[in-house]
């Protein structure tokens, strides 16, 4: 019997060939925290001796998520990971940086490899082809003392894309359609094998994004094969020379397939509280919006903010309604501003914070006043996430996000 893409690169990872259902230990390649997380795993690493980092060069710990830091306890906590990065030699990415899951796809990953981190959409990483998945904190502080991790090898689910999106719907729509139609649980400890014709010429920012929510769905991991979209990623980050290819085996086995056409998709909208709550944007035009927030390592990405700015050009951001934008990354801030992405976006009204997970967690730069309604970019929508339980989260695509921000209110954009 073959093998899918997680039981192959598991296989290479641990001494011998692996099946689904398996529990091993495996090798790791990348291990990365993040300023929430990073504390505890660095405290539970001093407090049994094991302050140390057996590949320093593929650790990373982030400051992204309250980034600059809006409290003195968190300012502590990033001296704590500052001092430990300095320690052990690990990378330290600072403020400003950016978003933890977009700096290690830009830096850090490649194909083939096992990737583990302190946050739960690490599952952002399968977008290269690698085995990417979050854990807990205790469990990422061992993979990062020792090099090793243990894992049970999911079985995997087959999603087939075929298809073109139609004007307006984006990889964001499909994947919100997908959690709306297997639920928030509908693939836990699973592994979601995108493939298909319409995979196969996907770029990579829209791999990202897909890869990003695999985990509302419940899933371990969200995996793309490594092909020439991966090869062309990777050259264009000058990491050229880390590609290789990997496929699927014809023969493996997939617990499930799921097949969906791209060009039958409606722009999508996740209503509160729950991402598999979703409906169509006509089931959800006119819905008032108070704030709009694109940004996050789901679809803070150039293009986003390209396709968000295309649609504001000369238009002003409506009066009852702020915008705000937080680019994923530094890099993609400076791209953003060297192509007048971010000028556009200024003069139509928008606040650009920056580059980190910005209002995503609710510790800053966006929390909701009571009772307000916010449509964002982000991946989760639960009940106080943006910083307040009396909040309402709506998520959809940049692009439904901006004409949003025009109108005010919930709007379709397959109309501009
Ligand atoms: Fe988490 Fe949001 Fe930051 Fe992504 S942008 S890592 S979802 S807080």
Redesign the pocket.
């Known amino acids: 019997m073959g093998q899918t893409l997680v039981e192959k690169i598991i296989s290479s990872h641990a001494e011998h060939d692996v099946k689904a259902g398996e529990i091993t230990i495996a090798k790791v390649d990348v291990c990365i925290t993040?300023d929430g997380t990073g504390p505890l795993a660095v405290r539970q690493l001093q407090k049994i001796g094991l302050e140390k980092a057996y590949n320093p060069k593929k650790t990373i710990l982030y400051l992204?998520?309250a980034a600059p830091s809006p409290r003195k306890e968190l300012s502590n906590d990033h001296m704590l990971l500052r001092n430990f990065a300095n320690k052990v030699g690990a990378h330290l990415s600072d403020i400003g940086e950016g978003?933890?899951?977009q700096i290690t796809v830009e830096k850090y990953l490649n194909p083939g490899e096992i990737h583990i981190g302190a946050?739960s959409?690490t599952c952002t990483g399968g977008a290269l082809g690698a085995f990417a998945t979050g854990m807990g904190s205790t469990d990422v502080a061992i993979g990062i003392a020792l090099g090793k991790t243990w894992l049970r090898v999911p079985e995997t689910f087959k999603i087939n894309i075929t298809g073109s999106f139609l004007k307006g719907v984006y990889a964001k729509d499909l994947i919100l359609y997908l959690i709306g139609l297997i639920g928030a649980d509908g693939a836990t400890y699973k592994s979601l094998e995108f493939c298909g014709p319409t995979v196969n010429s996907m770029e990579m920012t829209d791999r990202m994004t897909l890869s990003n929510m695999a985990v509302e769905a419940g899933a371990k991991c969200g995996i793309f094969p490594s092909d020439k979209i991966t090869k062309k990623y990777l050259e264009s980050v000058k990491r050229g020379d880390k590609w290789m290819p990997l496929q699927p085996d014809n023969d493996a086995l997939y617990e499930r397939v799921i097949n969906i056409d791209a060009s039958k998709l409606e722009p999508m909208i996740s209503h509160p509280h729950t991402v598999d709550n979703t409906k169509t944007v006509s089931q959800s035009i006119g819905i008032k919006i108070d704030q709009v927030f694109i940004g996050?390592?789901?679809n803070?990405r150039l293009k986003d903010l390209r396709i968000a700015a295309e649609i504001l050009k000369n238009k002003k951001v409506h009066a009852k309604t702020r915008l705000l934008i937080t680019p994923a990354s530094r890099q993609i801030f400076l791209d953003a501003v060297k192509q007048g992405i971010i000028e556009t976006l200024l003069k139509a009204g928008g606040t650009i914070n920056s580059p980190g997970?910005?209002a995503?967690?609710g510790v800053h730069q966006g929390i909701l006043g009571d009772g307000e309604n916010c449509l964002a970019t982000?991946?989760?929508n639960f009940k106080g996430r943006l910083g307040n339980v009396n909040g309402n989260i709506y998520l959809s695509s940049p692009a439904t996000a901006a004409i949003t921000a025009i109108k005010g209110k919930i709007s379709d954009p397959r109309k501009l």
Do not use: Y
């Open positions: 993040q992204d998520h978003v933890c899951h946050d959409h996050t390592c789901t803070g997970c910005g995503c967690v982000q991946n989760r």
